[in-house]
T-cell receptor, first 115, second 112 residues
Framework: NAGVTQTPKFRVLKTGQSMTLLCAQD?????MYWYRQDPGMGLRLIHY???????AKGEVPDGYNVSRLKKQNFLLGLESAAPSQTSVYFC??????????????FGPGTRLLVL | KQEVTQIPAALSVPEGENLVLNCSFT??????LQWFRQDPGKGLTSLLL?????REQTSGRLNASLDKSSGRSTLYIAASQPGDSATYLC???????????FGAGTRLTVKP
């Protein structure tokens, strides 16, 4: 049982390049989330998914797209990377609705640097 | 818009000391509040979750309290140990959406 895993762990991009971050969970969770963490700002929700084939926008969705083709995977895409997207990205998953009594399980993070 | 603030941003204490971390939020219409621990280069681990109808939760040496009306929560750590060194984040969620708002965290260092 690996929990929540993220690929890659670290990546350097040039402005305008594209990439996809992969999140995988083996806990059969319905809900999955992508956050970004910036110094002094805490975590902010980018997009989330309440089940296979569904996605929704969070607090800071601009510049990102997501897909949930399989229940265990949640992909975060950057079509044209910008320096403002330099951040640490965390994926999380949970059994049920975020606001219910069920915590989220977090992955180890992906550190992205956009030059 | 919900704003979550954690003070202090950093705290250093000697081993064995009891300490309190603070979290405040601007909108009292929350469903629950969670405290997380984050180790350097790692993800978040949930420590305690308090429902809006509850006043406190305890787990081992940790005790979290919630005063929803005043928009405040505290995390009390008893008999601190060097292994408690980490960043502690609080987060609040509302009932009508999936948006969990985080504070920026308090970086705790417990010196042997």
């Amino acid at each position: 049982n690996a929990g929540v895993t993220q690929t890659p762990k670290f990546r350097v991009l040039k402005t305008g390049q594209s990439m996809t971050l992969l999140c995988a969970q083996d806990m059969n969770h319905e809900y999955m989330y992508w956050y970004r963490q910036d110094p002094g700002m805490g975590l902010r929700l980018i997009h989330y998914s309440v089940g296979e084939g569904t996605t929704a926008k969070g607090e800071v969705p601009d510049g990102y797209n997501v897909s949930r083709l399989k229940k265990q995977n949640f992909l975060l895409g950057l079509e044209s990377a910008a320096p403002s997207q330099t951040s640490v990205y965390f994926c999380a998953s949970s059994y049920s609705l975020l606001a219910r009594q069920e915590t989220q399980y977090f992955g180890p993070g992906t550190r992205l640097l956009v030059l | 818009k919900q704003e979550v603030t954690q003070i202090p941003a950093a705290l250093s204490v000697p081993e064995g000391e009891n300490l309190v971390l603070n979290c405040s939020f601007t909108d009292s219409a929350i469903y629950n509040l969670q405290w997380f621990r984050q180790d350097p280069g790692k993800g978040l681990t949930s420590l305690l979750l308090i429902q809006s109808s509850q006043r406190e939760q305890t787990s081992g040496r940790l005790n979290a309290s919630l005063d929803k009306s005043s928009g405040r929560s505290t995390l009390y750590i008893a008999a601190s140990q060097p292994g408690d060194s980490a960043t502690y984040l609080c987060a609040v969620s509302r009932d009508d959406n999936n948006d969990m708002r985080f504070g920026a965290g308090t970086r705790l260092t417990v010196k042997p």
